[in-house]
């Protein structure tokens, strides 16, 4: 139901806004995992919940793939940074999707790099703040 009601939201969304969740449904192809649709419901959530931010940082040059790839970097990060899938301080649940929300954050990060939205020092720095918090929380 509730893909049915957002598909309708996206049919008289601002092409802005349609234009960033083009980009995830299209990530969608790269990323497919239980993990990468956990992310996407919420990345969806803020989109819509933010409409006009995401019109003004599109007005401002952000491109809709990185817009995309951001949230599914923030969102993927934020995930793991809440301990919910650790088995112990700093050891990601094997069993859940702990592993796949890092792999995605570590390829929306490269993304990010490879279309010059960060740099490489600070994508590691990205990565590796992530993992320093990984292994404090859990």
């Not at 049915?4 to 349609?18: N, S």
């Not at 940074?81 to 990060?109: K, V």
């Amino acid at each position: 139901m509730r893909d049915v009601i957002l598909l309708r939201l996206k049919w008289f969304a601002p092409k802005e806004v349609r234009a960033v969740i083009d980009a995830l449904d299209e990530a969608r192809l790269r990323l497919d995992s239980s993990a990468y649709r956990t992310v996407r419901s919420i990345a969806e959530d803020l989109i819509w919940g933010n409409a006009k931010e995401v019109i003004k940082a599109t007005h401002e040059g952000i491109s809709p793939h990185q817009h995309a790839y951001s949230l599914i970097a923030n969102v993927a990060g934020d995930l793991l940074e809440t301990g919910r899938y650790h088995i112990h301080s700093g050891w990601l649940n094997p069993l859940d999707i702990g592993s796949d929300l890092l792999r995605l954050f570590d390829i929306a990060i490269d993304e990010m790099v490879s279309v010059g939205a960060i740099d490489e020092d600070s994508g590691r720095a990205h990565k590796s703040a992530l993992l320093d918090r990984i292994a404090e929380v859990g």
